[in-house]
């Protein structure tokens, strides 16, 4: 069984949409929601459409760890609620490791829903740097339940959780990345921000990670680096 975990804050106006195309994919898949302090509906909205609520301190990086430990499914699949998920996708999950039964878990292939070349260039970019073993929590993450407790789980970092996870997995062992069907997410965090602040802002939080800066002091930098950005496209230059 798959068990899919979904961080959630205030994401009661995705979650429909998301989890029906997994109950259509697979009726028997483990949804589990980790909530970190929803102040809409999307506790109640994740109960009501028969998805297990995990309630959890802020942060993706508590948030999967609390719905790791409570999945049943002898594969994890780390789900972002602004995904898209693909028809075909928990069964080509459970095909490529029943292929690879070497590889210790993988991703999709990951497309952008802007239509603006920004998000199109990114679709090339996630592609490049997929080769060399790099992806993130947004092109859906899965990992066999061994393996997962091998590794001693996702650690519940304030910032670079995903990539640190996903790190650990490529050194433990052969991955897979399914290209048919690809894994579509929301452009939504680039919106307002210039494409060549966010790319150096990417560069920059990822040398400070490996320079050992830590996550908590990374999350800050990212979150306001992100609203001046955003309050500089409202108002303009001054």
């Known amino acids: ?112 829903d802007g239509d603006d070349p920004f998000s199109r260039w990114l679709d090339g970019f996630y592609a490049r740097i997929r080769r060399h073993g790099v992806y993130y929590g947004d092109s859906g993450v899965f990992v066999r339940r061994a393996a997962y407790r091998t590794l001693g789980g996702v650690r519940p970092m304030a910032l670079m959780e995903d990539y640190d996870f996903v790190r650990r997995m490529e050194r433990l062992g052969a991955t897979c990345c399914i290209e048919d069907p690809p894994l579509v997410t929301s452009s939504r965090r680039f919106h307002g921000r210039r494409p060549a602040a966010i790319v150096w802002g990417w560069l920059k939080i990822h040398a400070l990670f490996h320079l050992g800066v830590r996550p908590e002091r990374l999350a800050r930098l990212y979150d306001s680096e992100r609203r001046r950005a955003r309050a500089g496209s409202v108002t303009g230059p001054r």
Request: proline content about 6%.
């Open 1 to 112: 069984m798959i068990s899919v975990v979904i961080p959630t804050l205030n994401e009661q106006g995705r979650l429909p949409g998301l989890l029906a195309a997994l109950r259509r994919d697979d009726p028997t898949c483990e949804v589990i929601v980790a909530d970190g302090g929803s102040g809409d509906g999307t506790v109640a909205e994740a109960r009501r459409l028969g998805a297990r609520v995990v309630l959890s301190p802020g942060g993706r990086g508590a948030q999967l760890c609390a719905g790791a430990d409570a999945a049943h499914g002898d594969i994890l699949l780390f789900l972002h609620a602004d995904s898209r998920f693909p028809a075909g996708g928990l069964p080509g999950i459970a095909e490529a490791l029943a292929a690879s039964p070497a590889a210790v878990g993988g991703n999709f292939r990951l497309l952008f």
